[in-house]
Structure formats: structure tokens, C-alpha cells
């Protein structure tokens, strides 16, 4: 759980939509208190300022006779609210004199407190009935005179449209706000993440395709962020000297075992010559030695570079019944018999035909070494896959993992070899893109080879 915290702490994706989704809820709550601040503050200032614009505007609208006197306002889109509500607002037009010449229906004494007021253009505030009512002055100039539009709204009214409508329809548009930025920019942010980290994806999963078989290859910075370009091109600058060093490696193994070839051959000729004695057999049997693990040294390198390898359609029981013919003799020593139980059915495997024989010829050296005497080595052969079996003491779990590891022998080995069989073993089966596994078999070992390409089970 610690781990899944960890990763998604570290995740670009996460980060970027926890980012997203704290800039939404900081904007829709400073939206919020903005809003609500001005509608907290504008008892005055936004019904001063709405009736002001309102009167300036029925001003403008204002038709008047041949006498130049004014009869009507052109604008009926708000005179219902007049005739409607006459008891919290009206309006009426005044002469420069104060002398009223149109007005709308209106209560009783609804201009009482308005009366003792002088006129000037612009907003102004009374009381009428104990009801504060906020006014204005609209003023039209016509002909040379003077007229002043008056507009009155009772506050009451005022609170109401603001607290009642106003409030409710701001604070169910900031909820659908907040819900459509949600949901849509939410959708954005993440198709366009997913868009956005998609190379990565794709350089990632390249990235761990390479291998010693692989140096070769390298990442592509097409379609690669800008930010994470650099990145990819020191990977790439890295693979570069990681290739050297394993080609200089693979160089120099190769070209040391193969200029041991020559003095060994020639050291072991001399021994030969000399009269057999007890040290003269030691030597020999040192240069024996020496000779097998530079010549397994060889081979090594050989089928660890994919290039070496000659594909072609070979027939399984062929290669196996190869195998076993060559070390029939090697088994005949050790009193161990080799069995076949052929049920491949003629399968035809895409393979390199030496690379096959050397697997297959290993692997059962391996078992002869290790079988008791009077014992079986049995190979089984399938369409996919071939098991080999030995009677022997196979290994501990402990040790089970080791087997394919370079130069590893275990305690109980009888033989004298290097410890690359097995290596060489699973380097051709990972080249061919097949699977070697080892199992314990109780007794001995079961080794299974599979043409269907999973991670070995050691």
C-alpha cells in the first residue's frame, strides 16, 4: 500500500490532475466570494447604480408632441413592471419647475418624501410610508428644455429581486459551473495527459525491450515531449557506451580463448610424448580440463551474438536422435541408459540446426554426469516443447536458481566441465525466444524446453 502511495505521489498524470482539480475549487470559491461580498455591499451601491442607468435609458425613450411637451415612453419592455407593481415602483417626468407632466400609476402619497427634494441628475434616496425607496434622475434635453425622468424602486423590492432571484440563480449557475469545468475540463486535462504521456509510454516499453542482444537498438525521439527529449537522448548516448564496453568485452573473451587454443594444443602434444608417469597424467588431465572450458569459452560468445545464429526448418526427433547417438558412448561408460519417447509426431521447429544439437548435447551430458549408474537419462519429445529427466540427486531449492547462472557448480558435481553448459544451454534458448526451465523431479532434475516465449523459471 506504501508502494501504491509512493507511485502515484510520483505520477506526472496524478500530479497534473490534483493540480487541475485544486485550481478549480480555489477559482469557483474565489468566484463565490466575490459575488458574495458584492452582494453583501450592494444595498446602495448596485441599486444606485441599476436605477441610475434605469432612468437614463427611459430618458433617452421619451417621445414627445408637436408642442414639445412629453406624452409617452417608446420603451415597452419594462412598463408592465409600472402598471403592475405600482406600489414599489413608478416613474414620472418633471419640468425643470418641478412641475409634473406624465407619470405612471402609482400608490397613494408614493412621491411624498420626493417632493422637498431639489432635482439634479443622478441617484438620491426617501422615505415614503417608512419604506426607504431608491430613486433617480434621468435627464433629456429637448427643444432647450429640460426634463428629469424619475424612477423610484422601494429597497424592499430591491432585496427581494436581489436575495430571492438574483442570489438563487447566481449560486445554481456557479453549481453548474463548477459541475460543466468538472466534467469537461476534467475530460480535457485527462484525454490530453493521456495524449501527452503517450510517448513515454512508448519509449518506456522500448526501453525495456534492450538487452545484451539488443545494444543496438535505440529509443526514438520522434513524437517525444520537448521537456523529456533531453532525457532520451543521454539514454541514448548511454546505450551507445554500454554497447562499446559489451562488444569490447565479447572481443576480447573471444579473441583470448581463441589464442589459448593454439599453446594448449601444442602443451598437450608435448605431454603425450613424454613417458606416462603419475605427474605426466595430472598435466594432461589439467590441459584436458583447460582445453574444454576455453573451447565452452568460445562458445559462449558464439551463441550470445544473435548474427552467428542460421535459421532454418529443422525436424526435433532428427536433432534429438543426433544427440543422443553421440553420447551413446559417453552413457555406455557410465552404465546409464538413454531413452527416447518420441511423441513430436514429426514437429518441425525454426531453429539453428548446431545451435539445437549443442542445447540438446549438453543437456544430456549434464544428465549422464549426474545419473547413478543403472540409472535412466529419458528425453521426451512433444510438438512444442522437450523434457529431459535424470534419476540422479538433483539439486536443492536453494540451488535451483543457479543452474543457468556462468561458472556455477555445485557441490555434489562428479564432472570436471567449467560450469558454462547450462549457460550455453540458456543463451540459445533465449536467442531462439524459447523457454528453459528447471525443475526438481524427486529424484533427480527435470529440465522442460518450450517454443512459446515466457520469463524462465530457474
Known amino acids: ?34 459575488v458574495l461580498a458584492a452582494l453583501g455591499f450592494q444595498s446602495n451601491i448596485l441599486s444606485e447604480n441599476d436605477i441610475n442607468d434605469f432612468s437614463a435609458e427611459l430618458a433617452e425613450n421619451l417621445h414627445f408632441n408637436a408642442e414639445g411637451i412629453p406624452v409617452r415612453v417608446a420603451d415597452e419592455e419594462y412598463l408592465w413592471l409600472f402598471e403592475s407593481l405600482y406600489n414599489e415602483i413608478a416613474f414620472r417626468v418633471l419640468d425643470q419647475n418641478g412641475r409634473v407632466v406624465l407619470a405612471s400609476q402609482a400608490a397613494p ?93 512508448k519509449v518506456s516499453q522500448a526501453a525495456a525491450l534492450i538487452s545484451p542482444r539488443s545494444l543496438q537498438e535505440r529509443l526514438q525521439e520522434d513524437h517525444v515531449p520537448t521537456e523529456i527529449a533531453p532525457l532520451v537522448r543521454s539514454f541514448n ?88 547417438s553421440y553420447l551413446q558412448r559417453m552413457a555406455d561408460a557410465a552404465s546409464v541408459r538413454l531413452s527416447l519417447n518420441d511423441q513430436s509426431d514429426g514437429a518441425e521447429w525454426q531453429a539453428d540446426k548446431g545451435a539445437l544439437f549443442t542445447l540438446l548435447k549438453n543437456l544430456i551430458e549434464n544428465a549422464i554426469q549426474h545419473a547413478p549408474a543403472g540409472t535412466e537419462v529419458l528425453l521426451t519429445l512433444s510438438p512444442d516443447s522437450f523434457t529431459l529427466r535424470d534419476f540422479g540427486p538433483g539439486v536443492t531449492e536453494d540451488e535451483l536458481p543457479q543452474l543457468f547462472n556462468r561458472f556455477w557448480r555445485g557441490a555434489h ?30 529424484p533427480g532434475l527435470l529440465f522442460v524446453l518450450s517454443r512459446s516465449f515466457k520469463t524462465a523459471q530457474t
Not at 411624498?112 to 434635453?141: C, H, S, T, W
Not at 428644455?145 to 449560486?171: G, N, P, Y
Not at 567449467?418 to 524459447?434: F, K, P, R
Request: aromatic share 10%; hydrophobic share 50%.
Open 1 to 34: 500500500m506504501r508502494l501504491l502511495s509512493r507511485k502515484h505521489r510520483n505520477s506526472i498524470s496524478v500530479k497534473m490532475q490534483l493540480a487541475y482539480v485544486a485550481g478549480m475549487i480555489l477559482s469557483v470559491s474565489l468566484i463565490a466570494l466575490v
Open 109 to 201: 402619497q408614493f412621491w411624498a418624501g420626493a417632493e422637498l427634494l431639489p432635482l439634479k441628475a443622478g441617484p438620491f434616496e426617501f422615505q415614503q410610508n417608512g419604506i426607504m425607496m431608491d430613486a433617480a434622475n434621468g435627464v433629456r434635453v429637448h427643444n432647450g428644455k429640460t426634463w428629469f425622468f424619475q424612477v423610484a424602486v422601494s429597497r424592499r423590492f430591491m432585496f427581494f429581486a436581489h436575495d430571492t432571484f438574483a442570489l438563487r440563480f447566481i449560486e445554481n449557475g456557479l453549481i453548474l459551473l463548477s459541475i460543466v469545468l468538472f466534467v469537461i475540463f476534467g475530460a480535457c486535462v485527462h484525454f490530453a495527459l493521456g495524449y501527452t504521456l503517450r510517448p513515454l509510454h
Open 237 to 324: 548516448v548511454a546505450l551507445d557506451r554500454l554497447e562499446r564496453g559489451y562488444r569490447l568485452q565479447q572481443e576480447f573473451l573471444a579473441t583470448a580463448a581463441h589464442e589459448l587454443k593454439t599453446p594448449l594444443a601444442l602443451i598437450r602434444a608435448q605431454l603425450e610424448l613424454m613417458p606416462e608417469n603419475e605427474e605426466r597424467d595430472w598435466l594432461l588431465s589439467d590441459v584436458k580440463y583447460m582445453s574444454r572450458q576455453v573451447q565452452q569459452l568460445l562458445l559462449l560468445t558464439e551463441v550470445s551474438e544473435e548474427q552467428n545464429y542460421k535459421f532454418s526448418t529443422v525436424q526435433l526427433s532428427q536433432i534429438a536422435g543426433e544427440a543422443l
Open 413 to 442: 558435481r562428479l564432472d570436471s566441465g567449467a560450469g558454462l553448459g547450462l549457460a550455453i544451454c540458456q543463451e540459445i534458448a533465449v536467442t531462439h525466444l524459447w523457454t528453459l526451465s528447471a525443475h526438481r523431479a524427486e
